[in-house]
């Protein structure tokens, strides 16, 4: 892979272009990554509305059919359904890890087998959440475990 970098004071605003013959593992993860760096997610914190980029956000819930996303010191609250984040960050680096869950797999720290086939994942602020049977495998995959 080539990379090129210029420096153009002239240019108001950065523009990314990538030329590939194929596209394989590698460049997939490129350009998820490169589109979580300008996407922000709205969400409601004590009566005001916040946007917050996606490379910050640890994990989605749904909580009573609300739904919630946290950044490592804070929560924030969306309109937004859990089944439209799921489309939405289909080639990104976030993944379900259950029913109610959608995860960050960027700011996984570490993971540990749990009972009755489970996985328990740690994130980078220490909190735990769990990966259910119904999505092990898909997380592992994208984990490279």
Do not use: W
């Not at 030329?19 to 490129?30: A, K, P, T």
């Not at 439209?84 to 996984?108: C, D």
Request: hydrophobic share 40%; net charge neutral; charged share 25%.
């Amino acid at each position: 892979m080539k990379l090129n970098i210029k420096h153009d004071p002239n240019i108001s605003e950065t523009e990314i272009t990538v030329n590939y013959g194929f596209l394989d593992e590698e460049l997939e993860e490129i350009l998820a990554f490169l589109s979580l760096a300008d996407n922000r997610m709205t969400g409601s914190l004590n009566g005001e509305t916040h946007f917050v980029r996606l490379s910050d956000i640890l994990y989605f819930e749904s909580v009573d059919r609300r739904c919630f996303f946290y950044t490592a010191n804070k929560a924030f609250e969306t309109k937004i359904k859990m089944y439209e984040l799921e489309a939405k960050l289909a080639h990104t680096p976030f993944s379900r890890i259950s029913k109610s869950v959608i995860v960050n797999l960027k700011m996984v720290k570490s993971i540990s087998n749990e009972k009755y086939s489970r996985l328990c994942a740690t994130l980078i602020n220490g909190e735990k959440v769990i990966v259910s049977r119904q999505y092990l495998n898909c997380v592992r995959e994208k984990l490279g475990v």
